[in-house]
């Protein structure tokens, strides 16, 4: 079921009823609007908005976030209407009218009703027998009354609820699959980002353990160098030491 808007009015107004129409309205306009907005927008005083608005949210149609105030100190409520529970209260109305249906159509089958010819009251069986067989608002005889028509209507109606019912869960299907694919596809993607990540740190760890290394490996190379050159000196002083030496004896 697409949600258009004459169909939320419906739905809403149908389970809050008609003074509601307009904040339905406001509402529909924009996600996020505070109360005291919606009270100015719908000329309406601040307690029957609030009053509606908890309706709504006690049938979980609209969610609120709270914000404090900075100045006055205290909080404000924003409001935002929830489609997928707009979609599932009007399923559920679907549902119970499908079963008040099948209440009527078993009634009709079963009873006996009896009309008054001025069309003031059908009475069952039990209940004309009550009031001797006459109308309860005029006096008049009551007639029995045919039940073909409603009953081929109550039939129709029943078919056209089931229908859109099983419109309506098939689409519901959809969407919980849509919805299950989004979540995968974002796992898999926090998953891929993971791995990446990881991967960038281990190649960043090994950039620096080669680093290290090398550093490591230039560090010994340097100290062999001073050694070497260490010994050197020490081999060049004592071969100076000792041509001295052998000066002096000759």
Request: proline share 1%; hydrophobic share 35%; aromatic share 8%.
């Amino acid at each position: 079921m697409r949600l258009t808007r004459n169909k939320v009015l419906e739905i809403l107004i149908g389970i809050i009823g008609k003074d509601s129409a307009n904040l339905i309205e406001e509402l529909l306009k924009k996600d996020n609007i505070s109360e005291f907005d919606l009270a100015a927008k719908t000329k309406k005083d601040i307690k029957v908005v609030r009053r509606m608005l908890y309706l709504l949210y006690n049938h979980n149609l609209v969610s609120f976030n709270r914000k404090k105030d900075k100045q006055k100190g205290w909080y404000i409520y924003y409001w935002t209407l929830l489609p997928e529970s707009i979609r599932f209260s009007y399923f559920k109305i679907k549902r119970d009218l499908l079963a008040r249906l099948t209440v009527r159509l078993e009634e009709e089958e079963k009873e006996l009703f009896f009309v008054c010819p001025n069309n003031c009251a059908r009475l069952n069986f039990d209940q004309a027998t009550v009031f001797e067989f006459h109308c309860p608002e005029c006096g008049e005889l009551i007639n029995q009354d045919s039940r073909e028509e409603k009953v081929a209507f109550l039939k129709k109606k029943m078919a056209e609820t089931e229908e859109e019912l099983n419109k309506l869960q098939e689409q519901r299907k959809v969407r919980k699959k849509a919805i299950k694919t989004k979540k995968g596809k974002v796992a898999v993607n926090k998953k891929e980002s993971v791995k990446k990540k990881i991967v960038k740190k281990t190649i960043k760890k090994k950039a620096v353990n080669k680093k290290t290394v090398e550093k490591e490996v230039v560090k010994k190379a340097m100290k062999k160098k001073i050694i070497i050159s260490k010994k050197e000196k020490i081999t060049r002083k004592e071969a100076s030491i000792k041509k001295k030496t052998t000066k002096i004896n000759s």
